[in-house]
């Protein structure tokens, strides 16, 4: 929000590169004023573009169509797909994460499937659709995932801290509290600390 506030009134747009404004728009998009994020992108020309920063630019279109709502989200499809079309080594996730913006739950996790069906992303869409199952309620199909991650050792200490989350929700506070302080006694940071705290302290 500072970073925006300073510089979104004295960078000129017109005298700077359009990665600089892409950074600009990024700014604004991070400090939630999607009206100057797309004051600034308008500024980006739309020919004669590195493809790495056209992808962004259509990534970030997409991220603020998404964000608005109600009669933009098949544009914000459309410019994600151009975003991983364009840059599917730094997007590959777009149309995921904006059937996720859209809260089109079940098309993300289609999405998030095919993705994981290659061998470059599978790792990170496995991720993905752990956390789209807990976010959508699913806690057993989040807990079967969440546990496949943590014995194949693919980013472990994440998938203890979430299984304790699930065990949280489902009111085994017992084997969320083992959990947590597995995690505090290998030197995880704060947060697994407080909810251990927490369950202590009722």
């Known amino acids: 929000h500072a970073a925006w506030l300073a510089f979104g009134s004295v960078v000129d747009r017109g005298a700077v590169s359009p990665d600089t404004l892409l950074a600009l728009a990024r700014l604004a998009a991070g400090a939630d004023d999607f009206g100057g994020a797309r004051e600034v992108l308008a500024r980006v020309p739309a020919d004669g573009l590195q493809q790495g920063t056209a992808a962004s630019v259509a990534r970030l279109k997409a991220q603020l169509g998404a964000a608005a709502g109600e ?14 079309r364009l840059d599917p080594g730094e997007h590959s996730f777009a149309v995921a994460e904006t059937l996720v913006q859209l809260d089109r739950a079940e098309e993300a996790h289609r999405e998030l499937e095919r993705l994981q069906g290659d061998a470059a992303t599978a790792d990170e869409a496995g991720r993905r659709l752990a956390l789209l199952a807990l976010a959508s309620g699913d806690f057993g199909e989040a807990q079967q995932r969440f546990g496949a991650r943590l014995q194949q050792g693919e980013g472990a200490a994440e998938a203890l801290f979430y299984l304790g989350v699930i065990a949280e929700r489902r009111g ?3 084997l969320a509290l083992q959990s947590y302080q597995r995690l505090a006694e290998a030197g995880a940071g704060l947060l697994p600390r407080a909810r251990a705290a927490s369950l202590l302290i009722e």
């Open 71 to 84: 009669g933009e989200g098949e544009a914000a499809l459309a410019l994600a797909r151009d975003a991983a």
């Open 172 to 174: 085994n506070k017992d």
